[in-house]
């Protein structure tokens, strides 16, 4: 994948907007005491329109859904963290294509209301202790890790420079068609 960008750099040859927030964050909403927060992968600046063009480096194999909250989030920080609008959105599924895919963009006052719903609704299922996973009791293989977490089957073993905990994991037998062991 590395050796596809540097083959063909796309926008990345291109001048590009760095939010100054280490992790950009807005209120989502101060009365529910919900933030939004999230790192975007690359702004491609364009300087005809003073315009940023959200892009997400997609590493798996599977195209993300359209019912996917990334870029209605992504969209909602990047208008809230920084001053220029957002002209387009792509994905750029590294190991399938040396291209982005251009994706619609979505309606910002739509896409708060829905993603304020679901916080509100986690928000409220964190509170009562009931985060139960739609997967049943042995999760998706996303959340195994934690899981394993959770029941003390971690090494913690340092602190990042974002102050998150980091830990190893005893070797799980996680599904691996969405990898390749180097």
């Not at 387009?88 to 309606?107: F, G, N, T």
């Not at 910002?108 to 829905?114: G, I, L, P, R, S």
């Not at 974002?162 to 037998?173: C, G, H, V, W």
Request: proline share 7%; with cysteine.
């Amino acid at each position: 994948m590395l050796r596809k960008v540097s083959e063909n750099p796309g926008p990345l040859k291109n001048r590009a907007v760095k939010i100054s927030q280490e992790l950009p964050y807005y209120w989502l909403s101060e009365d529910d005491n919900i933030i939004l927060c999230g790192k975007i992968d690359w702004l491609e600046y364009f300087p005809e329109t003073d315009s940023v063009h959200i892009i997400d480096f997609k590493t798996s194999k599977k195209e993300e859904s359209e019912e996917s909250f990334q870029l209605p989030i992504y969209v909602l920080l990047v208008t809230h963290c920084q001053k220029r609008p957002v002209s387009k959105a792509s994905y750029w599924y590294l190991e399938l294509s040396d291209s982005l895919v251009e994706k619609k963009l979505p309606d910002a006052n739509k896409a708060e209301q829905d993603i304020l719903k679901i916080a509100r609704q986690l928000k409220l299922a964190r509170k009562l202790d009931r985060l139960g996973c739609p997967n049943g009791e042995d999760g998706c293989p996303a959340c195994q890790p934690f899981e394993a977490l959770l029941r003390g089957e971690g090494e913690l073993v340092g602190v990042s420079h974002n102050r998150q905990d980091i830990y190893i994991l005893p070797e799980m037998n996680l599904p691996t068609e969405d990898s390749i062991i180097l």
